[in-house]
């Protein structure tokens, strides 16, 4: 099969003519509304009593693996969207009805995902978290919404369409009796327009029922609307849905830009449009804009319009200064604005080379990624935005540059903050297909996106078994993926994370090659029936290549022996997915793999299996655990140690982490095991003030020792340049005597939406953190409520929605949010220990 691949250089930008700066005029933005509708909505968990059998779409039995066969079994059972002559879908259904009384049902604000707030069942999915959902608990499986909202009659005659950024999952949507659609798609967003179905000059009623019968995936996936939703208004003349497009080349210091904007005319009569285009910098000035001819679009159609300009002297978007400009596009009818929408967008340039990896702005960056699950302690796939960027933020304390949207789209709000931030994404489908449908959401998600200059590659599909090495689902399958990719946004490659068959089936067709762990290759049973990485190096001349998923490394928080009763995993950088010999067909240590890819600078870097623990997966045990142990951070951010072998070698910062903690009561005379994650050249350990011995430090290594056990104070030095440049010190602590709790900012927006994480902790009578303290700690909260508990206990049965949670090896921790402006007071009380109370300003 003919290999097709493109030299991935490219930079988004918008059209316009250069200026020189000038403010933007202060009407921007007044034409197009675009209003949450994420408070007052009412649940009901449940079906309707009279619902039958009406509602029933007849998927393939499970989804979990995307296998071609699931696919075709939906297309042909199943309807792509409900149209127009099944607009009477539940006509006859109590709850779809406008006038229904909803005085028993819940009211609740958005995002929401009900599955978390339910208790842990055994008999529950293992792979989603032991949830009471799924088969078995049909009562648990489905939910309504329904929220009412005023449209003004002047709205009449403009566009107006509803927008669901994600709800898990086949959702049906009402407004005031009148059926929408279906959304089958647990992870992509879609929309309806309402423009036909609205109340103008009176009350709408939006009513959403979810069915969470069925898995996507086999990870925990939550249940409800668990992404925003909006309510968009805008004049009948107006940029389309996900219609721009924006494209450039980087010339010198200069920019040659290109812009796609879809333009579409809701009204029946043909309108005479023109477009006037504005580039404005971060500081809010305009700095080029262009002005498209007034051309005619006739009714009920579309219009693709195409403007190029050169651009002088742009501020390249990066890792360091990830810069961003926004485009407005303001459409004129008649002289007068009809709509207005800006766009965000960053310049730079990105290339796939063979030999060099992957470079920005002409420079190599190694890809320093973790691969990522959506849930999070205390609120399941339910994240808030704030809490989004918080946890991108702790994965940049240890230098991740890159991150995976395993396995599927991600919420648009996530992706802004990685554009912010500076966050390389590799984003991808949830199922790999190739009906109508399959290929509808990749669509959906490719538009959706590609105006994010943090995406650096689309990715088709996650570890197709039964398909990834074969040639007739590689023309079936990868290859029309793979066209549509280079269709809609021919400047980032395709590619798809195979975990083996390289070389094979796919891979002779793929832009750039994902690997899913190098250990299998050249250690397991499979050795020899796919080639290796080096092979494949020299087979695939044209094909870059990464880690699409590497290590697997399992480890549990401040736990130092395997512990199987229980569910918990040593935390030195030893354990493998698998244990015994089977162990060697899957992952492979921190440390394994970083050596291996070091070795092989041809390689783009890599995504680790995973940033987070996540909920579901348990590995490599099953009840009580109810999370995986892949994170480099548990599932509440709080750092495992291996947390600091990455930081010591994806940073600049001194590292120097002594593990385990020193209270082993019971255990004087005994070996211990202390290693040490640093970067300094050398370290030298100390126990009680004598010297156990000073080692160099082998780049991408860690250090070990075997101490006897005494209580008392344990301390490493780390050494620059033959002298003492660093210290740490673990300390044999006392009981616990005193809550602590740390909040990471001190004050928080009152909108409902923000949110504060608090940590809690607990120290002994000399002001010592006590690492092994289990304490059950009960709070209280004022001028705010508690939107989730955790403590990254991956066997902990906890509820996350309550007002108390256990110290988990010291740690525990607190999600607040609040609509209130004025102060918030979190009083954290554990019986025998002191309290401790956060106090935080809410602000308007």
Same mark, same amino acid.
């Given at each position: 099969?003919?290999?097709?691949?493109?030299?991935?250089?490219? /930079?988004?930008? #918008?059209?316009?003519?250069? /200026?020189?700066?000038?403010?933007?005029?202060?009407?921007? !933005?007044?034409?197009?509304?675009?209003?949450?509708?994420?408070?007052?909505?009412?649940?009901? #968990?449940?079906?309707?009593?009279?619902?039958?059998?009406?509602?029933?779409?007849?998927?393939?039995?499970?989804?979990?693996?995307?296998?071609?066969?699931?696919?075709?079994?939906?297309?042909?059972?199943?309807?792509?969207?409900?149209?127009?002559?099944?607009?009477?879908?539940?006509?006859?259904?109590?709850?779809?009805?406008?006038?229904?009384?909803?005085?028993?049902?819940?009211?609740?604000?958005?995002?929401?995902?009900?599955?978390?707030?339910?208790?842990?069942?055994?008999?529950?999915?293992?792979?989603?978290?032991?949830?009471?959902?799924?088969?078995?608990?049909?009562?648990?499986?489905?939910?309504?919404?329904?929220?009412?909202?005023?449209?003004?009659?002047?709205?009449?005659?403009?566009?107006?369409?509803?927008?669901?950024?994600?709800?898990?999952?086949?959702?049906?949507?009402?407004?005031?009796?009148?059926?929408?659609?279906?959304?089958?798609?647990?992870?992509?967003?879609?929309?309806?327009?309402?423009?036909?179905?609205?109340?103008?000059?009176?009350?709408?009623?939006?009513?959403?029922?979810?069915?969470?019968?069925?898995?996507?995936?086999?990870?925990?996936?939550?249940?409800?609307?668990?992404?925003?939703?909006?309510?968009? %208004?805008?004049?009948?003349?107006?940029?389309?849905?996900?219609?721009?497009?924006?494209?450039?080349?980087?010339?010198?210091?200069?920019?040659?830009?290109?812009?796609?904007?879809?333009?579409?005319?809701?009204?029946?009569?043909?309108?005479?449009?023109?477009?006037?285009?504005?580039?404005?910098?971060?500081?809010?000035?305009?700095?080029?804009?262009?002005?498209?001819?007034?051309?005619?679009?006739?009714?009920?159609?579309?219009?693709?319009?195409?403007?190029?300009?050169?651009?002088?002297?742009?501020?390249?978007?990066?890792?360091?200064?990830?810069?961003?400009?926004?485009?407005? /596009?303001?459409?004129?009818?008649?002289?007068?604005?009809?709509?207005?929408?800006?766009?965000?967008? !960053? $310049?730079?340039?990105?290339?796939?080379?063979?030999?060099?990896?992957?470079?920005?702005?002409?420079?190599?960056?190694?890809? *320093?990624?973790?691969?990522?699950?959506?849930?999070?302690?205390?609120?399941?796939?339910?994240?808030?935005?704030?809490?989004?960027?918080?946890?991108?933020?702790?994965?940049?304390?240890?230098?991740?540059?890159?991150?995976?949207?395993?396995?599927?789209?991600?919420?648009?709000?996530?992706?802004?903050?990685?554009?912010?931030?500076?966050?390389?994404?590799?984003?991808?489908?949830?199922?790999?297909?190739?009906?109508?449908?399959?290929?509808?959401?990749?669509?959906?998600? $490719?538009?959706?996106?590609?105006?994010?200059?943090?995406?650096?590659?689309?990715?088709?599909?996650?570890?197709?078994?039964?398909?990834?090495?074969?040639?007739?689902?590689?023309?079936?399958?990868?290859?029309?993926?793979?066209?549509?990719?280079?269709?809609?946004?021919?400047?980032?490659?395709?590619?798809?994370?195979?975990?083996?068959?390289?070389?094979?089936?796919?891979?002779?067709?793929?832009?750039?090659?994902?690997?899913?762990?190098?250990?299998?290759?050249?250690?397991?049973?499979?050795?020899?029936?796919?080639?290796?990485?080096?092979?494949?190096?020299?087979?695939?001349?044209?094909?870059?290549?990464?880690?699409?998923?590497?290590?697997?490394?399992?480890?549990?928080?401040?736990?130092?022996?395997?512990?199987?009763?229980?569910?918990?995993?040593?935390?030195?950088?030893?354990? #493998?997915?698998?244990?015994?010999?089977?162990?060697?067909?899957?992952?492979?240590?921190?440390?394994?793999?970083?050596?291996?890819?070091?070795?092989?600078?041809?390689?783009?870097?890599?995504?680790?299996?995973? !940033?987070?623990?996540?909920? !579901?997966?348990?590995?490599?045990?099953?009840?009580?655990?109810?999370?995986?142990?892949?994170?480099?951070?548990?599932?509440?951010?709080?750092?495992?140690?291996?947390?600091?072998?990455?930081?010591?070698?994806?940073?600049?910062?001194?590292?120097?982490?002594?593990?385990?903690?020193?209270?082993?009561?019971?255990?004087?005379?005994?070996?211990?095991?202390?290693?040490?994650?640093?970067?300094?050249?050398?370290?030298?350990?100390?126990?009680?003030?004598?010297?156990?011995?000073?080692?160099?430090?082998?780049?991408?290594?860690?250090?070990?020792?075997?101490?006897?056990?005494?209580?008392?104070?344990?301390?490493?030095?780390?050494? *620059?340049?033959?002298?003492?440049?660093? %210290?740490?010190?673990?300390?044999?602590?006392?009981?616990?005597?005193?809550?602590? #709790?740390?909040?990471?900012?001190?004050?928080?927006?009152?909108?409902?939406?923000?949110?504060?994480?608090?940590?809690?902790?607990?120290?002994?009578?000399?002001?010592?953190?006590?690492?092994?303290?289990?304490?059950?700690?009960?709070?209280?909260?004022?001028?705010?409520?508690?939107?989730?508990?955790?403590?990254?206990?991956?066997?902990?049965?906890?509820?996350?929605?309550?007002?108390?949670?256990?110290?988990?090896?010291?740690?525990?921790?607190?999600?607040?949010?609040?609509?209130?402006?004025?102060?918030?007071?979190?009083?954290?009380?554990?019986?025998?220990? *002191?309290?401790?109370?956060?106090?935080?300003?809410?602000?308007?």
């Amino acid at each position: 099969m003919t290999k097709r691949f493109l030299p991935y250089l490219i /930079l988004l930008l #918008l059209p316009g003519v250069l /200026l020189g700066a000038q403010p933007l005029p202060s009407a921007t !933005g007044l034409h197009r509304e675009r209003l949450l509708m994420n408070f007052g909505w009412q649940f009901y #968990l449940g079906d309707a009593p009279d619902a039958g059998a009406q509602f029933d779409y007849p998927e393939f039995a499970r989804l979990d693996k995307n296998r071609p066969d699931d696919d075709a079994q939906e297309a042909k059972n199943a309807p792509l969207r409900v149209d127009a002559a099944a607009v009477n879908l539940g006509k006859n259904v109590s709850f779809v009805q406008p006038s229904y009384d909803t005085a028993n049902w819940r009211t609740l604000d958005l995002p929401h995902d009900w599955l978390v707030e339910l208790p842990f069942e055994h008999r529950g999915d293992k792979d989603h978290g032991f949830k009471p959902a799924g088969k078995h608990f049909e009562t648990n499986s489905i939910g309504w919404y329904r929220r009412t909202f005023e449209l003004p009659a002047g709205d009449k005659g403009r566009a107006l369409w509803i927008e669901f950024d994600g709800v898990f999952r086949n959702c049906l949507v009402w407004l005031n009796g009148v059926c929408l659609g279906r959304n089958v798609s647990g992870y992509g967003s879609f929309y309806y327009d309402i423009s036909r179905a609205a109340n103008y000059g009176g009350t709408n009623t939006l009513v959403v029922r979810v069915d969470a019968s069925r898995f996507e995936g086999w990870f925990y996936e939550g249940a409800g609307i668990y992404r925003h939703v909006w309510l968009v %208004k805008t004049g009948a003349a107006h940029v389309a849905h996900w219609g721009t497009f924006v494209t450039s080349t980087v010339i010198n210091q200069d920019a040659e830009v290109s812009a796609e904007t879809t333009l579409r005319n809701d009204l029946s009569t043909p309108v005479t449009a023109r477009i006037v285009s504005t580039v404005v910098d971060s500081t809010g000035l305009e700095v080029a804009t262009v002005t498209q001819a007034a051309m005619k679009i006739e009714g009920g159609a579309e219009k693709i319009v195409s403007q190029k300009v050169k651009v002088s002297g742009a501020k390249l978007w990066s890792l360091e200064n990830p810069y961003l400009y926004k485009l407005v /596009l303001r459409v004129e009818v008649d002289g007068k604005a009809s709509d207005v929408f800006e766009t965000p967008f !960053g $310049i730079r340039t990105i290339k796939w080379d063979v030999n060099e990896g992957f470079l920005l702005n002409g420079k190599r960056v190694f890809l *320093k990624g973790t691969a990522n699950h959506q849930d999070a302690a205390g609120v399941g796939i339910a994240v808030p935005d704030a809490l989004n960027e918080w946890r991108l933020l702790q994965l940049k304390k240890f230098g991740v540059n890159a991150y995976r949207t395993a396995h599927g789209p991600a919420t648009p709000e996530l992706l802004d903050a990685c554009d912010r931030l500076g966050i390389l994404v590799y984003t991808e489908q949830r199922r790999l297909g190739h009906t109508p449908q399959s290929f509808g959401d990749f669509e959906n998600l $490719i538009r959706r996106d590609r105006n994010h200059p943090s995406i650096i590659a689309w990715g088709i599909a996650n570890e197709e078994l039964t398909a990834q090495g074969k040639e007739e689902p590689t023309k079936t399958l990868a290859v029309p993926n793979q066209d549509l990719v280079h269709r809609l946004d021919p400047t980032r490659p395709a590619t798809c994370a195979m975990n083996w068959d390289w070389g094979n089936g796919f891979s002779k067709v793929l832009d750039v090659q994902g690997f899913n762990y190098w250990w299998q290759s050249t250690h397991s049973k499979n050795r020899g029936k796919f080639l290796d990485l080096d092979e494949f190096h020299v087979a695939f001349t044209n094909t870059p290549g990464f880690g699409s998923e590497e290590a697997s490394t399992v480890s549990t928080r401040g736990i130092y022996e395997n512990d199987k009763t229980r569910g918990y995993v040593s935390a030195y950088d030893r354990n #493998l997915p698998r244990g015994g010999d089977a162990a060697r067909e899957w992952g492979s240590t921190a440390e394994a793999w970083m050596k291996h890819y070091a070795a092989r600078p041809w390689l783009a870097g890599a995504f680790v299996w995973t !940033g987070f623990d996540y909920r !579901g997966e348990p590995t490599p045990y099953s009840w009580p655990n109810v999370s995986s142990h892949f994170g480099i951070l548990d599932t509440c951010g709080f750092p495992k140690d291996n947390f600091f072998y990455y930081q010591a070698w994806w940073t600049d910062e001194p590292v120097l982490h002594i593990l385990p903690h020193w209270n082993w009561p019971g255990k004087e005379g005994r070996e211990i095991e202390v290693w040490v994650h640093s970067n300094f050249e050398a370290v030298e350990l100390f126990l009680n003030g004598q010297s156990l011995g000073k080692k160099n430090m082998p780049r991408l290594s860690h250090l070990e020792w075997k101490v006897a056990y005494q209580p008392g104070k344990l301390e490493a030095r780390g050494y *620059k340049n033959g002298k003492v440049a660093a %210290k740490t010190i673990v300390e044999t602590t006392g009981e616990p005597d005193k809550l602590v #709790l740390t909040t990471d900012r001190k004050s928080i927006n009152a909108d409902g939406q923000d949110v504060a994480v608090i940590n809690v902790s607990a120290i002994d009578a000399q002001g010592r953190e006590v690492p092994t303290a289990n304490n059950l700690v009960k709070f209280e909260i004022t001028g705010a409520k508690i939107l989730g508990v955790g403590n990254g206990d991956p066997s902990c049965h906890e509820s996350d929605k309550g007002s108390e949670r256990s110290l988990f090896n010291g740690l525990a921790q607190v999600i607040v949010q609040t609509k209130t402006p004025g102060q918030l007071k979190l009083v954290a009380q554990a019986d025998g220990l *002191k309290s401790a109370t956060a106090t935080l300003t809410s602000k308007k």
